[in-house]
């Protein structure tokens, strides 16, 4: 690990609450500002002297476009891991390399305990064909941690033997235990073609992207085919992404629910430099300082609002963007 860290900052973040988020802020954006190369070369770009920064809304955020050919490094340190974008358009991957797996893995823990409950209560069933068949996926890291932590011999991947999924399902439904369907869109609704089920214990999160595989869906409309066909009342959501350690969850109607480490701001659409109010659709940036040895201030393409009691929406991306990442649905 770099020498410029402090070695209590991993776990002050991962014990952050939310009224000591400002400060802890700036902290890591002074340390990514001088340790940073890349970043430190934007912020002279645009002129501004991080000592002048003393509140997050005035922290300039990098576009996410530089994890394509450029490395995102704070301080010296070798990747035990690089995580790469799921490659769904026809440019270049994105990279995020990391010092350490454990620290993902248990940010990912910490932030799915908070929102659902102790792992071990769960069986995990993951339904990620596009993921798996590709490496280097943070999103199948994360669901295998799951299953390891479920500790449930019927936890596992699937591919696209939907027979051996539902049996699963249903032998699962069956244990009282809670069970989790985790899956891309496209191959929740190929599934969805062979019900309608009786599964209304079911937790069935969706996270996003039909990777080419079929017609992008609004959000109440993917909602709506899964709801009937699976018999949930309602559909889970995940937001995430290669370029972010941090995820949110959406238990309903897309509200998304962020760690107290994670916070997303709004952007003016044509003013990537004003942020807006609550309420007003705009740009997502979204400042992560489990990131802290990359960049914790990452200006995605995605496009999105804020309520006033901080859940977000996420309502599709910038036109000419590429479609790739976690839960990237087209919204009207």
Not at 27 to 50: G, I, M, S, T, W
Not at 176 to 185: E, H, N, P, R, W
Request: glycine content about 8%.
């Amino acid at each position: 690990m770099m020498q410029q860290f402090d070695p209590t900052l991993p776990q002050r973040i991962l014990n952050l609450e939310q009224n000591g988020f400002e400060s802890l802020a700036l902290e890591v954006f002074r340390l990514q500002a001088e340790h940073n190369a890349l970043y430190r070369q934007y912020l002279q770009c645009l002129k501004c002297d991080p000592l002048s920064v003393h509140k997050t809304a005035d922290i300039p955020f990098l576009p996410i476009g530089f994890f394509k050919g450029h490395e995102v490094k704070t301080g010296a340190w070798q990747p035990e891991a690089v995580f790469e974008s799921s490659g769904t358009g026809t440019g270049a991957r994105s990279r995020h390399a990391i010092p350490g797996v454990n620290f993902y893995l248990e940010v990912t823990e910490q932030i799915f305990k908070a929102a659902y409950g102790p792992l071990d209560e769960f069986i995990i069933l993951a339904l990620l064909p596009s993921y798996l068949e590709r490496q280097h996926s943070s999103l199948v890291l994360m669901a295998q941690h799951f299953m390891e932590l479920s500790g449930h011999p019927l936890s596992g991947f699937y591919l696209y033997e939907h027979n051996e999924l539902i049996a699963a399902v249903e032998k699962a439904l069956g244990t009282g235990k809670k069970v989790l369907l985790l899956g891309v869109s496209f191959a929740l609704l190929d599934l969805a073609e062979q019900g309608p089920f009786d599964w209304k214990n079911l937790i069935v999160m969706e996270t996003g992207g039909m990777k080419g595989r079929r017609q992008e869906l609004i959000r109440e409309e993917l909602h709506n085919i899964l709801c009937n066909a699976f018999g949930v009342s309602y559909i889970h959501s995940e937001y995430g992404m290669t370029e972010l350690l941090s995820q949110a969850y959406a238990a309903r109607k897309g509200l998304f629910i962020a760690p107290p480490w994670m916070q997303v701001y709004i952007r003016e659409v044509n003013d990537p430099f004003k942020q807006i109010a609550a309420g007003r659709t705009g740009g997502i940036n979204v400042v992560d300082l489990a990131n802290y040895s990359t960049c914790s201030f990452i200006e995605t393409a995605d496009l999105g609002l804020k309520h006033e009691n901080g859940t977000f929406e996420v309502l599709g991306r910038f036109d000419n963007s590429e479609a790739r990442g976690c839960n990237l649905m087209l919204y009207s």
